[in-house]
C-alpha cells in the first residue's frame, strides 16, 4: 500500500510568488492533515479535512494560505504571496475515520524556501 | 490548552547505552500521546502510541514508553541504543485523538561508537 506522498519534495522561490504544494493521502482516508515545521521549532498543525470539509482551519496563520481538497482525495496548498517567513517543512498526514485514537501517517514533507 | 515539553533538544548516547527522552505534556482531559521518529530525508513515522489502555506502551524497534498521570510524563526508552536509532524524535500529544496533534520541539538522538 503506497504511504502518504508529497510534491515537491522542494520548492525555492522569490518573495512575493506563488507557490502551490500538493499531497496525496492513503487511499481511502478520509481525513487529511497539514502541518509546518518552521526551523528549528516545533511543528505545528494548520488544518483538517475530513473527506473535502474543513474540520479545523484553525492553524492557518493567514489568508495568504489557501487549502483545498476537491473531492476528497489529494490536497493542495498554495500560499500567495508567498513571504520570508513562510519557509518551512510542510507536511502532510492522512488517517481512517475510524477511532479516534487513530494513527496518523506522515509523508516525507515539502521544503519551502522562500528568498 | 495542551502542550508538550521535551527536555534536551540534543541528546547523545554511546552504542549499547540505555536511551531516554523525556516528554512531558499538559492537557485538560485525558490526553492521546504519541511517539514519532523522523529519519534523515524520511517522514515521521509512528514509534508508538497511549490511547487509555495499558500504561506501559511497546512500539517499534525495541521502544517502549510509560504514561504516568501523576507526573504527566511519557518518557521514551530503549534498554539498548543502536547505531541506526540516530534520528530526531518527536512527542505528540491529542486530546480527543483523531484530531490535531500538538508536537514538542524534538529530541535528536546521536549514537556515538
Known amino acids: 500500500e503506497a504511504g502518504v506522498t508529497q510534491f515537491p519534495s522542494h520548492s525555492v522561490i522569490e518573495k512575493g510568488q506563488t507557490v502551490t504544494l500538493r499531497c496525496d493521502p492513503i487511499?481511502?482516508?478520509?481525513?487529511l492533515y497539514w502541518y509546518r515545521r518552521v526551523m528549528g521549532k516545533e511543528i505545528k498543525f494548520l488544518l483538517h479535512?475530513?473527506?473535502?470539509?474543513?474540520?479545523?482551519e484553525s492553524g492557518m496563520p493567514n489568508n495568504r494560505f489557501l487549502a483545498e481538497r476537491t473531492g476528497g482525495t489529494y490536497s493542495t496548498l498554495k500560499v500567495q504571496p508567498a513571504e520570508l517567513e513562510d519557509s518551512g517543512v510542510y507536511f502532510c498526514?492522512?488517517?481512517?475515520?475510524?477511532?479516534?485514537?487513530?494513527?496518523?501517517?506522515f509523508g516525507p514533507g515539502t521544503r519551502l524556501t522562500v528568498l | 490548552a495542551q502542550s508538550v515539553t521535551q527536555l534536551g533538544s540534543h541528546v547523545s548516547v554511546s552504542e549499547g547505552a540505555l536511551v531516554l527522552l523525556r516528554c512531558n505534556y499538559s492537557?485538560?482531559?485525558?490526553?492521546?500521546l504519541f511517539w514519532y521518529v523522523q529519519y534523515p530525508n524520511q517522514g515521521l513515522q509512528l514509534l508508538l502510541k497511549?490511547?487509555?489502555?495499558?500504561?506501559l506502551v511497546k512500539g517499534i524497534n525495541g521502544f517502549e514508553a510509560e504514561f504516568k498521570k501523576s507526573e504527566t510524563s511519557f518518557h521514551l526508552t530503549k534498554p539498548s541504543a543502536h547505531m541506526s536509532d540516530a534520528a530526531e524524535y518527536f512527542c505528540?500529544?491529542?486530546?480527543?485523538?483523531?484530531?490535531?496533534?500538538?508536537f514538542g520541539t524534538g529530541t535528536r538522538l546521536t549514537i556515538i561508537p
Open positions: 497511549y490511547t487509555s489502555a495499558a500504561t
Open positions: 492537557s485538560s482531559v485525558p490526553p492521546y
Open positions: 498526514a492522512s488517517s481512517q475515520e475510524k477511532a479516534k485514537s487513530d494513527t496518523q501517517y
Open positions: 487511499s481511502g482516508h478520509d481525513n
Open positions: 479535512f475530513v473527506k473535502e470539509s474543513k474540520q479545523d
Open positions: 505528540a500529544v491529542s486530546e480527543f485523538g483523531n484530531e490535531k496533534l500538538t
